[in-house]
C-alpha cells in the first residue's frame, strides 16, 4: 500500500507564507503526477494545483502567482509554496499521486491550513 505523508500546515496571518510537503512512500515516485487539493469546511474539495512527472504544472485561477508547487523525486517528495496566503486559502489541503489510465490513485491524510489574524 502507497502512503502519502503531508506536512507543512498551521496558522499563519493573511500575507503570509508556508511551505507544504508530501512525502511518498513508494520508490517508483517520479512516475506519478502529483496533485494538491483543498476542501474548506462546507465546500467540495477543489484542485489547487498539479505536476506531472514530465515536470508540467498547472493551477487553479484562484492561486496563480501566489503558490508554487515542485518535486524532488529522488526525496520523493512533492511541495506545495503558498505565498501571500488569504484568509479564503483556509482548508484541509491534500496530497494526491497517480498514474493516468491506471487504478493507480493514491490520497494522504491532509493537512490543516489556517489563514487568520
Known amino acids: 500500500q502507497v502512503q502519502l505523508v503531508e506536512s507543512g500546515g498551521g496558522l499563519v496571518q493573511p500575507g503570509g507564507s508556508l511551505r507544504l510537503s508530501c512525502v511518498g512512500s513508494r520508490s517508483t515516485f517520479s512516475v506519478y503526477d502529483v496533485g494538491w487539493y483543498r476542501q474548506a469546511p462546507g465546500k467540495q474539495r477543489e484542485t489547487v494545483a498539479g505536476?506531472?512527472?514530465?515536470?508540467?504544472?498547472n493551477y487553479a485561477d484562484s492561486v496563480k502567482g501566489r503558490f508554487t508547487i515542485s518535486r524532488d523525486n529522488a526525496k520523493k517528495t512533492a511541495y506545495l509554496q503558498m505565498n501571500s496566503l488569504k484568509p479564503e486559502d483556509t482548508a484541509v489541503y491534500y496530497c494526491?499521486?497517480?498514474?493516468?489510465?491506471?487504478?493507480?490513485?493514491?490520497w494522504g491524510q491532509g493537512t490543516q491550513v489556517t489563514v487568520s489574524s
Open positions: 505536476i506531472s512527472r514530465d515536470g508540467n504544472t
Open positions: 494526491n499521486m497517480n498514474v493516468p489510465n491506471t487504478n493507480l490513485n493514491y
